[in-house]
């Protein structure tokens, strides 16, 4: 029986401390981040469009092919001589011809391929900046119920707390039953707002989940982080130079003038003339000269591009050039108005939670505990100990409230910027 309880034991712990360790899964910024790239749908299928338009590549630069052609003529349908041969006289001729491409359409044509390419590897790198933006916000959403729901419980717990104490004083006479009844009502808000807060920290974990295209159950995994703000922030212009820089949308647009360029070329090189050459060898059996049976014979072909010289195209394009140009400025200005607006609710933010945490959070908790204090030694009212209650909730939710504006802010600065300046 023992060897039986080892063997057992020996099967079932690596068993139970893998679900233990499932059930504890805590995720970090970083590791949610690496999740989304490998996991996401969206962005997988979108990364499969940067694949075609490569394989593009190779059909672009691919030339043209030759053409071979077998011709045969001259079957004699009536008897030679008395003698039915009809081969004697059959001709055969195969004749091989190639178009020659002049003014590097090959060459353009990759090259407009290969703008095309860089023009969905841009696209690709925007989705992905806008689904780390809504992943950052699903994180952020998540510290933030945590800190909310943390902060109901000290709260609920907190207000036990008093709750005791008050019936420890109404049992001693010191207090009426209208100020235990009042307290125990006032129970209910912080219940509603324990059970909110854990509704919201759900809501947020499924969302992340969600984008993530994860099946994990919601109660075995939790992320973690700091749950703080940065007190320092860099310059504007320092955020608008180099947001010109990495921003993929602005690539894109830029890219896609590259483009426009090169189709420009590309139009004015199809109005060319490209020649076709071929060549060609004959067997011609002959009744009168039996030395005179094979010729060799080379031919170019020109068209004349008297009507169509891609007129069309070549407009086309020029104002494709035009349209592009105008796209590239409005993609720089929507790039600048995105740092600013960003930049100024960082900083928006940043200077009420300066002023919570070196001020209001301490007032807040001394003159909650100060007001308790004289309650519950029958030198404060009823109304001032809830008054003061409601204040220090007030004032610590809205504090929490902040910092999950300010981290929902910085990461719409970084979507601004196109990657992570301010954590």
């Known amino acids: ?132 933006f ?66 919201n920290l759900r809501t947020a974990k499924i969302h992340l989940l969600a984008l993530l295209n994860d099946r994990t159950p919601i109660d075995q995994f939790d992320v973690t982080g700091s749950y703080d703000f940065n007190d320092q922030l860099g310059a504007l212009d320092t955020f608008r130079k180099s947001a010109l820089d990495t921003r993929p949308d602005l690539k894109a647009a830029v890219e896609a003038l590259y483009k426009a360029e090169t189709d420009h070329k590309l139009a004015i090189a199809n109005g ?14 002959s009744f009168n000269n039996p030395f005179d049976e094979n010729s060799l014979g080379v031919s170019v072909s020109v068209p004349l591009r008297i009507f169509d010289r891609n007129q069309g195209e070549k407009i086309r394009t020029q104002v494709d050039i035009t349209r592009n140009q105008k796209l590239r400025d409005a993609a720089e200005a929507q790039v600048l108005s995105d740092v600013d607006s960003a930049y100024a609710g960082v900083e928006s933010t940043l200077g009420l939670l300066r002023v919570y945490k070196s001020k209001y959070l301490q007032q807040s908790v001394r003159v909650r505990d100060t007001v308790t204090f004289s309650y519950q030694n029958g030198g404060a009212s009823l109304l001032d100990f809830l008054s003061a209650l409601s204040d220090y909730r007030a004032l610590q939710l809205n504090y929490a409230n902040l910092v999950g504006s300010y981290l929902t802010a910085a990461a719409q600065l970084n979507q601004a910027m196109g990657r992570e300046v301010v954590q």
């Not at 003529?73 to 059959?90: A, F, I, M, N, S």
């Not at 009042?182 to 324990?194: F, I, K, N, W």
């Not at 060319?272 to 059996?285: E, G, I, L, M, R």
């Open 272 to 285: 060319s003339t490209d020649p076709t050459f071929a060549v060609w060898w004959t067997h011609n059996p």
């Open 134 to 199: 809504n992943l950052r916000s699903a994180f952020v959403s998540i510290l933030q119920a945590k800190a909310v729901l943390k902060l109901a419980n000290d709260d609920l717990a907190y207000w036990d707390h008093v709750l005791d104490i008050a019936g420890i004083r109404f049992h001693a006479g010191d207090l009426a039953q209208i100020d235990v009844d009042r307290l125990e009502l006032g129970r209910a808000q912080y219940e509603s707002d324990v059970q909110t807060a854990e509704v």
């Open 1 to 132: 029986m023992g060897h039986i309880r080892r063997a057992l034991a020996s099967l079932l712990l690596p068993l139970l401390f893998t679900l233990t360790a499932a059930a504890d899964q805590h995720w970090t910024w970083e590791e949610v981040r690496d999740r989304l790239e490998t996991s996401n749908p969206a962005l997988l299928a979108d990364e499969l469009n940067v694949e075609e338009s490569k394989s593009q590549e190779i059909t672009a630069f691919l030339r043209p092919n030759p053409t071979f052609t077998l011709s045969t003529d001259g079957t004699q349908l009536v008897p030679y001589q008395g003698v039915w041969q009809p081969l004697r006289g059959t001709s055969i001729s195969p004749n091989i011809s190639y178009l020659h491409e002049r003014w590097h359409k090959r060459e353009l044509r990759l090259e407009s391929v290969q703008n095309a390419t860089g023009v969905a590897v841009s696209n690709h790198e925007d989705m992905k900046r806008t689904l780390l």
